[in-house]
């Protein structure tokens, strides 16, 4: 799954001596990604969770193994434009940036689960992950929207719906609010 000239560049780094790793947890990201019948739907194809995802847990796996934290790494610096982007959009929110998708997208929800991480805990991401798993499968994207706020306020303990509909932009959900 590794193009030719990311392999080259991974296997010059080595030879020199420097960092390799990332871009091996980014694509084993990709393959952990099963949550797209949860949070993504068809009337908005362009929904860049999976890439978010393997950027993240890609670059929290890294860490765990311990590679750096430090900017120059490519997978450092791409989380960093994560925060970045949340950053703006949390100061601007358009929900059109996050329904279109894209790259401006993805990098919205990885800055989200990074700051929703630091608001509540590092434990968040396991707990938004693993009730995500109970939540039926999206039909509609009220359906894709409503499984993210449930699984962000569970992981939370405190319900988000205020947070996601205000702070954020994000379209209201009825009935939502009061679980």
Known sequence: EIGQAFWEETYNNAVAGGETRGLFEYEMGRNFWF???????????????????????????GVAAGSTEQPGNELVDWVQTYRDGFARYLAAP?????????????????GL?????????????????????????????DDAISNYIVAASAAARTNLYAFFTGSLDFPEVAGLQDK
């Open 113 to 141: 689960w990074l700051y929703l991480a630091r608001q509540y805990g590092e434990d968040w991401h396991g707990r938004f992950f693993r009730h995500a798993w109970q939540l039926e499968a999206a039909r509609s994207m």
């Open 94 to 110: 358009d929900w059109s940036l996050i329904r279109d998708g894209g790259i401006t997208g993805e990098r919205i929800h990885g």
């Open 35 to 61: 949550f797209g019948h949860l949070f993504e739907s068809a009337e908005v194809p362009t929904y860049h969770l999976a890439t978010a995802f393997a950027t993240i847990y890609g670059y929290q796996a």
